[in-house]
């Protein structure tokens, strides 16, 4: 897949822009010209979602009601255009009819971001953590949406349960049981990709220039269902096992992750988990990836820039930064 253009409308900062793509694209410009949200807009038409943030409200132009994107892309010698209007719920077009089935559409059209706010894998937050995961898996498993969604339903039951007054607790049980199935399925599913990530890891890590890691690899914690704790979760109103509680974890030297210091290794570390997932995803689906990568030179020497802009350059790439970049590259410069 080849993403050709794409025309932002009231659009974070974006009122009525239009870009034209290459396979290598750098947007470029001063902060706040909408470098960043350029790269939300594919990510949105891409996934339906922003790699910023959950709430596809906020990037409607603070002074609109609505935005809409639209782009076109080539597939094997195929034109399509699709297009998406959200004003309070989302309408996704291909060539100007509804579609249906817009998971199809997603599972067929991987992208991978790294942003400063995201940074996968090595995020703060664990729940980005599980979410990098959880593409990953969807990419390569269509079906593991539907173990996920049974599994959020579930558990937003359960959340619901806990804040009505009156409790009957064979009740709430029941709804817990009914959870075994799907977090069998997900742990599975995430053990498993956890363990092909630390193989590859291992092959890609050592390439990194100038970088002295010895060993790097990611630990996977399944949060396994309690029906011991049910009595505690309806008294303290939080739903405390399962997979939504997961934990993946990082050990580089033998140390915890979390105590590394510098900034700079920690991006080499998530570029390089970035890489990885996208290996994975190429090699078992055989998929074309669209690569967006926020501000990739900021933290990084220029050996480590040229080394990951190499890895990158067989797939369509968007990066964002503010250096005059001397390569053969299509610049978007933003105003
Ligand atoms: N919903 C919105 N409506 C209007 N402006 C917005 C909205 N969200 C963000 N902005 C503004 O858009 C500008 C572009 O932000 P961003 O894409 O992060 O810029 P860059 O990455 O180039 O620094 C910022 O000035 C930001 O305040
Ligand atoms: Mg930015």
Redesign the pocket.
Known sequence: MFLKDIKLKNF??HLNSVFSFDYRNYIT??????????L?GISVILTGKSFKTNRLK??????KKFFEISSNFVENDVKYNISLYYDTKKRLTINGKRHENIINFYHNHPVIFYSPENEGFLSKEQEMRRNFLDRTIFYLDRSYIGSLLGYNKLLELKKKYILKDVKDRLLYKSIHEKMYFYTKEIHNKRSNLIKSFNTYIEKYLIDIPSFNTEFFSLSYIPNHLDEDILDKELIIKKVLSGPHRDRILFNLNGESFENIASFGQRKSLSLCCIYCFLKVVEDFSKKSIILLL?ELESGLDVERVSFFMGLFDKYQYFL?GQSKIDKDINIIK?S
Not at 29 to 36: A, C, D, I
Not at 58 to 63: K, T, V, Y
């Open positions: 974070r900062n410009g001063k902060n706040g010209s909408g470098k960043t949200s350029l939300e906020s990037l409607i132009n603070i002074e926020d964002t933003l």
